[in-house]
């Protein structure tokens, strides 16, 4: 029975703060509040538990309701995501694969697994950070702009097979995984700082510890 695996792109697969601290230096000019924005979402990032970044799910989020609260200009907003969008696929901005990602990848695949790569990120400029990142030969399909979590619905209901075939991987619990769970698919949660929400089957600190689990899931020895 083939099995399906979703993987998420940013935080899960593509790993590393420059994306978001660009974004944060990007609008740090529009506002006096904003001037060390940068410095804020850094910690954040590194788990400090800032007040003002409570209902963010990761650092784009935390630079956008940041602006947005000192009244930024939407379209300035949209502008300095673009631009990191564009210098994360020209520069890399210090990102990186995890560790043995393609290796990974590929055994899955040989094991008849299928691999998707499921994201909100826009697909402009995905494909160069693929290459980027070594892992551009890695899934079978590329989901770009895919509206998660109500997106995940539609993303499903493309995978032929049972709810309990399917796998979904990622690193925030609402948008990743929360749906794929009520539809019955397994979920593993990439959870770094040990503080997200959700009730996945597996909760890991690193990709390379989910490794051994996805393998023994593939073979149907894990129980979820």
């Given at each position: 029975?083939?099995?399906?695996?979703?993987?998420d792109?940013d935080g899960?697969?593509?790993?590393?703060?420059?994306?978001?601290?660009?974004?944060?230096?990007g609008?740090a000019d529009?506002?006096?509040?904003l001037?060390?924005?940068e410095?804020?979402?850094a910690r954040?990032?590194?788990?400090?538990?800032?007040a003002?970044?409570?209902?963010?799910?990761?650092?784009?989020q935390?630079?956008?309701?940041a602006?947005?609260?000192?009244?930024?200009d939407p379209?300035?907003?949209?502008?300095a995501?673009g631009?990191?969008r564009?210098?994360?696929?020209?520069?890399?901005?210090?990102?990186?694969?995890?560790?043995g990602?393609?290796?990974?990848?590929r055994?899955?695949?040989?094991?008849g697994a299928?691999?998707?790569?499921?994201?909100?990120?826009?697909?402009?400029?995905l494909?160069?950070?693929?290459?980027l990142?070594?892992?551009?030969?890695?899934?079978d399909?590329?989901?770009?702009?895919a509206?998660?979590?109500?997106?995940?619905?539609a993303?499903?209901?493309?995978?032929?097979?049972e709810?309990?075939t399917?796998?979904s991987i990622?690193d925030i619990?609402?948008n990743?995984?929360?749906v794929?769970?009520?539809?019955?698919a397994a979920?593993?949660?990439?959870?770094?700082h040990?503080?997200?929400?959700?009730?996945p089957?597996?909760?890991?600190r690193?990709?390379?510890?989910?490794?051994?689990w996805?393998?023994?899931?593939i073979?149907?020895?894990t129980?979820?």
């Amino acid at each position: 029975m083939e099995r399906t695996i979703i993987f998420d792109f940013d935080g899960t697969v593509c790993l590393g703060d420059g994306p978001a601290l660009e974004y944060a230096r990007g609008v740090a000019d529009a506002h006096p509040s904003l001037a060390d924005l940068e410095h804020r979402v850094a910690r954040h990032l590194a788990g400090d538990a800032l007040a003002e970044f409570a209902g963010a799910v990761d650092g784009y989020q935390a630079v956008q309701g940041a602006a947005s609260a000192a009244g930024v200009d939407p379209a300035r907003i949209a502008a300095a995501f673009g631009g990191a969008r564009r210098r994360l696929a020209e520069e890399g901005l210090g990102v990186h694969a995890p560790a043995g990602f393609a290796a990974f990848a590929r055994d899955l695949r040989e094991r008849g697994a299928r691999l998707l790569l499921v994201t909100n990120a826009p697909g402009e400029g995905l494909d160069s950070i693929l290459a980027l990142l070594g892992i551009d030969a890695c899934f079978d399909r590329v989901i770009a702009d895919a509206g998660k979590p109500g997106g995940m619905h539609a993303v499903l209901d493309d995978i032929a097979g049972e709810a309990s075939t399917v796998l979904s991987i990622g690193d925030i619990w609402v948008n990743d995984l929360s749906v794929p769970h009520r539809r019955g698919a397994a979920t593993a949660l990439i959870d770094g700082h040990g503080n997200q929400p959700g009730t996945p089957d597996v909760r890991v600190r690193a990709m390379p510890d989910l490794y051994m689990w996805v393998q023994r899931w593939i073979e149907g020895a894990t129980g979820a």
